[in-house]
C-alpha cells in the first residue's frame, strides 16, 4: 500500500485566536487534501509573532510533505509571516522581482512603501502565478503561503490543487442504531487486527434512525473491504441502518 503525503496547516492571526475572526481555511484546506489523498497530521494556529512564526514553520517543514500556512501577507504593520518564515530558516527578505511588476500592471503607478512590502519575501522562494490569480501564490521550499481572506486563500488553492494529488483514500461509513458503548469493544477488536484501515466513532444526537456513525478508510480498496467485512460480521445485524 503507498504511503501517504503528508501535510501541516498553520493558521496565523491574533484575530483568530482572540475570537474576532471564524477560521474557515483550516477546513477548506484539510477537506480538499483529504480529497487529494493527502493525510493531513496537524493544524496549528499561531499569533502574528516572527519568532513563533518562524519556529513553527521550520518544524512542520522538517516533519510534513507538504505546509500550508495562511494570514499576514498583506501590507500593514501585522502582516509578518515572510518574515517570520525568513526568521525561522536564517534567510533575508527579499523583493521579489515577478510579484513587483505584477503589482505594477494592476495598480499603474509608482509602488508606495506598503505595496512594496508585499513583493518581500523569503530568500530563495519562488512563485507560482496565471490567469484569475490576484496576487501569486509564494512558495518556499515545502511550504505554500497563502492570504487569510478565505475567498483569495480558496481561489488560489483550486488552481494548484493537482499537483498535490496523491492515490486517493477509499472510505465508507456505516450508520449505526446503537450506544457507542456498546460497539466499543468490537470495534476495537477490528481496529486491532487491521492496522491499515482508519476508524472513526462518531456520535450523533437527534436523528431518529442512528445515533453512531463509524468511518473506515485506506488507501488500500482491498483492505478497506475486509476489514469492513469482518465488522459487519461482528456487529448484532439490527443495528446497522445503512452504509455508504
Do not use: C, W
Not at 43 to 65: C, L
Request: hydrophobic share 40%.
Amino acid at each position: 500500500m503507498k504511503k501517504s503525503k503528508t501535510a501541516g496547516i498553520i493558521i496565523i492571526g491574533n484575530e483568530i485566536l482572540s475570537g474576532k475572526v471564524h477560521d474557515e481555511n483550516s477546513f477548506y484546506l484539510a477537506r480538499e487534501l483529504r480529497a487529494l489523498g493527502v493525510d493531513v497530521r496537524r493544524i496549528s494556529v499561531i499569533p502574528d509573532e516572527t519568532g513563533i512564526i518562524g519556529t513553527e514553520v521550520a518544524g512542520f517543514s522538517e516533519r510534513y510533505d507538504y505546509v500550508f500556512t495562511s494570514g499576514g501577507v498583506g501590507p500593514t504593520h501585522d502582516d509578518v509571516t515572510m518574515a517570520g518564515i525568513a526568521e525561522g530558516f536564517g534567510v533575508g527578505l527579499v523583493r521579489n522581482d515577478e510579484i513587483k511588476d505584477i503589482l505594477r500592471l494592476r495598480y499603474k503607478k509608482p509602488l508606495n512603501d506598503a505595496i512594496l512590502k508585499m513583493t518581500e519575501v523569503p530568500q530563495g522562494a519562488e512563485i507560482i502565478f496565471s490567469e484569475g490569480m490576484r496576487f501569486p501564490v509564494v512558495y518556499f521550499r515545502n511550504i505554500f503561503i497563502f492570504p487569510g481572506i478565505p475567498e483569495y486563500l480558496k481561489n488560489k488553492f483550486s488552481m494548484i490543487r493537482e499537483r498535490f494529488r496523491s492515490s486517493t483514500f477509499h472510505l465508507k461509513r456505516l450508520y449505526l442504531n446503537s450506544h457507542e458503548s456498546s460497539l466499543a469493544a468490537i470495534l476495537n477488536r477490528v481496529v486491532a487486527e487491521h492496522a491499515d484501515v482508519t476508524f472513526g466513532s462518531y456520535p450523533v444526537l437527534g436523528k431518529p434512525d442512528y445515533r453512531v456513525i463509524i468511518t473506515a478508510e485506506s488507501k488500500s480498496g482491498a483492505s478497506l473491504d475486509r476489514a469492513l467485512d469482518e465488522l459487519l460480521h461482528r456487529l448484532p445485524g439490527d443495528v446497522v441502518t445503512r452504509i455508504e
